[in-house]
């Protein structure tokens, strides 16, 4: 007989799982709360114009690649795949710019611009990435931590790879220039990461995106969760939309789940369940506590959790093709570490920001109307342990944040503004369940890191298994889509 698994949310994480298990002969359903699939890649669509929610940056592409492989197909068939050069255009506070992409010739030049001694520097510092590549990302991202000796073997390696440094400490051993320091050390920022407090194994990130690229989907990343549902439901799968997860059901005398009770009462068996909601949020409010012994309330309250995110979506009836601006843009403030501090160590509002801007249309113009433009500018901001009221900052934030970018980057802003929508940290609270409204959950510090982050099977009970971006490896599409590789091997495992 199949064995039934329920996926609870429709994230990359979940669909990714869900079409590995389905190829594999399980009978899978799909729970989502939400009214469209796609979990923090869900796509707003208004007058005419497509904003993509959340990931805008597509980068291992051989992992989407491999989901279709799977089932006999090709990704080429569901979706394109478009290459992003440059792969970021990174902006000083004073506005002069610096591009890079996978091209050496290419980032010395710019280098040369800013510090030439500087050119040796990021040879050697791209030069030791690729050890920490090879063992971060390739051995360990789809490598199953579940036993501390998982750990252990692992562990001289990390010393080896001066694990223990922070980015940015890792980054300032080669790197002289400040801002250059700042180029080359924010990746921990898309992940969830503060540079200055994460591992420097995540330095990997600029040497992953050389090896394989930038990408966007053609039709926005919602395009690509649009392919996944058809190549899911292809493969016999079951999605169900507007149907949130009230509680897991426990078998405690066996320590195993049982299924999932809805808010309307529906009750759904399984053998297996498969959380793509957040790991904190999954343990804190759909378990009750007296079935947790490790994950207890207090425990999860002292982890350390990712900032949150404040999006501006935002669409003009000009193009502004002759703007500074490239596909993929970040916006540095006269401030970093002292910035980074008033977010994840003070948690407080500061007044300035960095920001993160992202021009889709200057790739695929069919995400707006004819002769208009798309934008979605990012600030990270604190996650909700602290003291920001948002119900009464969001309006003057994101006001302060279009009057900066007018006043900059898009002249005429508002008066060509003809949509906008925006999400705060209370979204990600209450809409995408997640603990503090953190925009990547679990922080990538050291001593949260592999078998130390929660385990992608639980610790509390054997059948409940965790893909996403608060497990193994992490967050990030290349992280979540590679949690759904290790909760696949560790279901075969057990079979």
């Known amino acids: 007989m199949l064995k039934s698994v329920i996926v609870i949310g429709s994230g990359f994480g979940g669909l990714a799982v869900a079409i590995r298990l389905a190829a594999r002969g399980f009978r899978v359903t799909i729970l989502e709360k939400r009214d469209k699939p796609g979990g923090r890649a869900y796509v707003y669509e208004l007058d005419g114009f497509k904003f993509d929610g959340g990931p805008t940056v597509i980068t291992a592409p051989f992992l989407f690649d491999e989901l279709f492989e799977l089932a006999g197909r090709k990704r080429e068939d569901y979706v394109t795949f478009v290459p992003v050069n440059p792969f970021y255009r990174i902006f000083d506070p004073e506005g002069r710019a610096f591009d890079y992409n996978n091209q050496n010739d290419f980032i010395y030049a710019n280098i040369e611009r800013w510090n030439p001694a500087d050119k040796e520097g990021y040879r050697r510092f791209l030069e030791s990435t690729q050890p920490i590549f090879q063992k971060g990302f390739l051995e360990l991202a789809d490598k199953p931590f579940t036993h501390l000796t998982d750990m252990l073997k692992v562990a001289p390696d990390l010393v080896r790879l001066r694990s223990y440094l922070s980015v940015y400490q890792y980054v300032s051993r080669f790197i002289q220039n400040d801002f250059l320091r700042q180029v080359f050390s924010f990746h921990p920022l898309l992940i969830g990461g503060n540079p200055f407090d994460s591992s420097s194994i995540y330095a990997m990130i600029h040497y992953l995106e050389r090896e394989w690229g930038v990408y966007f ?134 007044e300035d920001f960095s920001l993160y801007l992202h021009m ?101 009970f054997s059948n409940l298994y965790f893909v996403g971006a608060g497990t193994h490896p992490g967050a990030g599409l290349p992280g979540v889509v590679s949690s759904a590789k290790v909760v696949e091997k560790l279901i075969l495992q057990s079979r």
């Open 217 to 350: 989907a053609l039709g926005g990343t919602g395009a690509l969760v649009t392919a996944l549902v058809r190549l899911f439901e292809e493969l016999g799968g079951t999605l169900v939309l507007n149907a949130e997860v009230d509680q897991i059901l426990v078998d405690e005398r066996r320590r195993q789940v049982r299924g999932v009770r809805l808010k309307d009462g529906t009750i759904l068996p399984a053998d297996i369940v498969v959380s793509n909601a957040d790991v904190a949020f999954t343990y804190r409010y759909l378990i009750p506590e007296a079935h947790r012994r490790k994950y207890t309330n207090r425990r999860l309250e002292r982890m350390r959790y990712s900032m949150s995110l404040f999006v501006i979506y935002f669409g003009t009836q000009r193009r502004y093709l002759d703007s500074r601006l490239a596909h993929h843009n970040i916006i540095l403030g006269p401030r970093y570490k002292g910035l980074l501090d008033d977010i994840f160590k003070h948690k407080v509002l500061a």
């Open 360 to 460: 889709p249309t200057i790739t695929d113009p069919s995400l707006a109307p004819e002769g208009h433009e798309a934008f979605y500018v990012l600030s990270p901001v604190p996650h909700l342990g602290g003291n920001v009221n948002w119900e009464e900052t969001a309006e003057p934030y994101k006001n302060r944040i279009l009057e900066f970018l007018e006043a900059n980057y898009l002249p005429g802003l508002r008066e060509n503004l003809v949509v906008e929508h925006y999400i705060d940290p209370l979204h990600f609270r209450d809409v995408l369940n997640s603990y503090l409204g953190s925009a990547f959950s679990v922080e990538p510090i050291l001593t949260q890191s592999a078998w130390f982050r929660p385990h992608n099977q639980s610790e509390e």
